[in-house]
């Protein structure tokens, strides 16, 4: 069985490739889900590693219904991991009522081209699971990375098995989302061909915490965080009036 690693940053790629890992999916920050990793990170992997990198293609956090804006962001870092000689996508788009927007992830598929696409964990999110699956076997994706609907894999197990079944040869299913060394053989066992896991090790580098930067109330995944443009005017006039 293969195994993905999603590493969110180069020490975690570099260990993958030591630790014999066979695939790695490259991303930033794991606390939101991931989100597409910069330039540098991404071109430091590709020039100083040999282990074959896909790339998570998601703009921001929050929810998975895209702006054009975000939109074409996506398509220019897929070119880019073209470019950069990257070995599959992984993204994918929703639509306001949880079915995969079918236009736009058709696009992505054939922009990536000849690169296997992978459809992430976004579909956990479907409320139609069975009928996407068989909509990304028509658009051409190679796989899908899914907990089953649950938070964690294990829990959504026989979920996973019923996708499977349903794309058969054409659709790799690949479980993801909470799996470790407790419990990944319950996945060979059911003959999965792959399984994703971030193998996450904590490094505490200080032992003082000082004034907080993560913000919980921005961490909902059915949100989308913007700098307001009434909320910037204000400012603005507030800061001309002390002038």
Do not use: W
């Amino acid at each position: 069985m293969l195994l993905e690693i999603c590493a969110s940053n180069y020490q975690s790629a570099l260990n993958a490739q030591k630790a014999g890992a066979h695939r790695i999916e490259l991303c930033s920050e794991l606390a939101v889900g991931g989100i597409t990793p910069s330039y540098g990170l991404l071109k430091k992997v590709m020039e100083e590693l040999t282990i074959p990198v896909m790339v998570l293609i998601r703009p921001r956090s929050g929810n998975f219904v895209f702006s054009n804006a975000d939109f074409d962001i996506m398509k220019r870092d897929i070119e880019l991991c073209k470019e950069l000689g990257c070995a599959g996508i992984v993204s994918g788009v929703l639509t306001a009522d949880f079915k995969i927007d079918i236009r736009r992830t058709s696009e992505l598929i054939e922009l990536a081209r000849p690169l296997p696409f992978t459809f992430h964990r976004a579909f956990d999110h479907i409320n139609n699971p069975e009928q996407a699956v068989v909509d990304l076997v028509n658009l051409g994706a190679k796989r899908i990375l899914t907990s089953g609907q649950y938070s964690k894999a294990i829990d959504g197990l026989e979920n996973l098995k019923r996708y499977q079944e349903i794309g058969s040869d054409e659709l790799i299913i690949m479980p993801g989302g909470g799996i470790n060394a407790g419990n990944n053989s319950a996945f060979a066992k059911a003959n999965f061909k792959e399984v994703h896991a971030s193998a996450t090790e904590i490094i505490e580098q200080t032992k003082e915490e000082k004034v907080p930067m993560n913000s919980p109330k921005f961490l909902q995944e059915n949100i989308e965080v913007i700098s307001g443009k009434e909320n910037i005017t204000t400012i603005l006039k507030n800061l001309q009036h002390e002038d």
